[in-house]
Nanobody, 127 residues
Framework: VQLQAYGGGLARAGGSLRISCAASGFTFSGYAMGWFRQAPGKEREFVAAISWRGGTTYYADDVKYRFTIYRDNAKSTVLLQMNGLEPEDTAVYYC?????????????????????WGQGTQVTVSS
């Protein structure tokens, strides 16, 4: 099983980045996917999640309307489009997979319920 996150980098406040996560070694279409982030000195926090079919998405309040999560099951990839970036978005972003056909909020926002994790990609936003 592998989750390879890529696409992070440096952006200016107000700018955009798109990060991706390529999955392999498991049946991607049977898994809900999530993005989490961890800033220096802070705990890991939920960012966004998408159900196994892609029909349901959830966002943390501070990224709602700025970030969009979507998936391409044919390519076993989940993406996070980040617009209107703020310095507070600076963190290492991790993708995660959870074997679940549930689309319930409680099942998709808790990191401890995810089965697989990627290695993370750094996103840095300058002011």
């Amino acid at each position: 099983v592998q989750l390879q996150a890529y696409g992070g980098g440096l952006a200016r406040a107000g700018g955009s980045l798109r990060i991706s996560c390529a999955a392999s070694g498991f049946t991607f279409s049977g898994y809900a996917m999530g993005w989490f982030r961890q800033a220096p000195g802070k705990e890991r926090e939920f960012v966004a999640a998408i159900s196994w079919r892609g029909g349901t998405t959830y966002y943390a309040d501070d990224v709602k309307y700025r970030f969009t999560i979507y998936r391409d099951n044919a390519k076993s990839t989940v993406l996070l489009q980040m617009n209107g970036l703020e310095p507070e978005d600076t963190a290492v972003y991790y993708c995660a997979a959870r074997r679940s056909f549930s689309a319930r909020f409680a099942d998709l926002v808790e990191g401890a319920k995810y089965d697989y994790w990627g290695q993370g990609t750094q996103v840095t936003v300058s002011s």
